[in-house]
Structures are given as structure tokens and as C-alpha cells.
């Protein structure tokens, strides 16, 4: 429902950011690696994931795409909620779980705090598969290209390419170009599909 916030900077923590927004103030959740990316000026803008509960609605802010991808694939593994996947990109950078989870190194997401040997073992058989299918891609184009890729397979989408063809083709451009600009990489997409 609501994929980001750009506003003003009022107060950051470790933990939690409050980002004024047309005169709302926001607090999300963040981890520590969102945390340490996050400049000091007044200015930002962070991907969100939003969590609603019976008692709460609660936002989870992400410095980059990559990091949310990340999040969002952790609380889908059963056993693992909000909280302990925000533990585990205060603990590792978002590339560190997703090679972690990608080697099957156990002793690594293991040594997390508050995630045990069954948990761990858990989190790599539901998404090891997973992370390797989007492992090449996500190298390529962490945040602006991500975006660019995004707004691209959108724009393919709505002219009726199959999504998955039309993945393809951009990823091919994409390593080719990392820098391509949308409206390049849907020129490029159209000759080739």
C-alpha cells in the first residue's frame, strides 16, 4: 500500500526514523544498515513495507529496494517475524544474508542473535532457491537501477509483454548497460521481444 516516504528528516534513531510528510509525521522501524546509509541532511526518502496486524499497523523503513526484497523474503519463512528479520540486517548487510542464505552457511545466520540452529536451517531450505533465481539479477542492479528495471517491466507489462520474457530481455540489457535510462532499456526490450 504505501511503497515509500520522501520528506523531512525530524528524528533519527537507531531503531526508528520520524520522517515528516505533508505534515504527517512517519515512524518506521529500520535496521542498523538503514540506519548507517541514512545522510544527516533534512531531505530523504525511504522503501517501506507496511505490516498490519489486528492492534497495529507498523512501517518498516529500507534505505534500498534490495534490503526491503531481503526483509520481505525473511518474514515469509515461517518462524521468522518483523522483528527478528530487522535483527538480522542490524547484525549482516542485506548482501551478507542473501550469500549466507545462497552458500547454506548455517554457522552465519546462526549467529544472529535470538535465531537457533532449526531456524536457521529453516530460513536457507525456503530460500535458498529463491535467492538464487533474483541472486544475478540483484548484482547487477542494486537501488537506481532496480528502479529503472522496475519502471521498465511496468511499462512492458501495460503493452502486454509477459512479464517473465520481458525480464529477460531487460536483464540481458541491463548487464550490457547498467547505467541504461528506462525509456533506453523499453526501446532496447521492444526490438528484442
Not at 52 to 78: C, M, N, P, Q
Not at 158 to 164: D, E, I, N, T, Y
Request: charge should be neutral; include cysteine.
Amino acid at each position: 500500500m504505501i511503497t515509500h516516504i520522501q520528506g523531512k528528516l525530524i528524528e533519527k534513531n537507531p531503531t526508528d526514523v520520524v520522517i515528516e510528510c505533508n505534515g504527517v509525521g512517519y515512524i518506521l522501524n529500520i535496521s542498523l544498515h538503514t540506519y548507517s546509509q541514512i545522510p544527516d541532511n533534512e531531505s530523504l526518502k525511504l522503501y517501506t513495507h507496511l505490516q498490519v496486524k489486528e492492534d497495529s499497523h507498523t512501517l518498516y523503513g529500507f534505505s534500498s529496494l534490495a534490503e526491503r526484497e531481503i526483509f520481505r523474503l525473511l518474514i515469509s519463512v515461517s518462524g521468522i517475524g518483523a522483528s527478528i528479520a530487522r535483527t538480522m540486517l542490524s547484525s549482516l548487510t542485506p548482501k551478507q544474508v542473501r550469500e549466507g542464505i545462497a552458500t547454506s552457511d548455517v554457522a552465519l545466520i546462526q549467529s544472529i542473535k535470538g535465531i537457533g540452529a532449526k531456524t536457521a536451517q529453516r530460513v536457507i531450505i525456503d530460500l535458498k532457491d529463491k535467492i538464487l533465481k533474483i541472486y544475478d539479477i540483484d548484482e547487477v542492479s542494486i537501488s537506481k537501477g532496480n528502479t529503472n528495471k522496475d519502471e521498465a517491466l511496468s511499462a512492458l507489462e501495460v503493452l502486454g509483454f509477459v512479464r517473465k520474457q520481458a525480464e529477460r530481455v531487460v536483464d540481458k540489457i541491463m548487464m550490457a548497460q547498467p547505467d541504461a535510462t528506462v525509456e533506453t532499456i523499453i526501446k532496447q526490450a521492444l526490438k528484442n521481444l
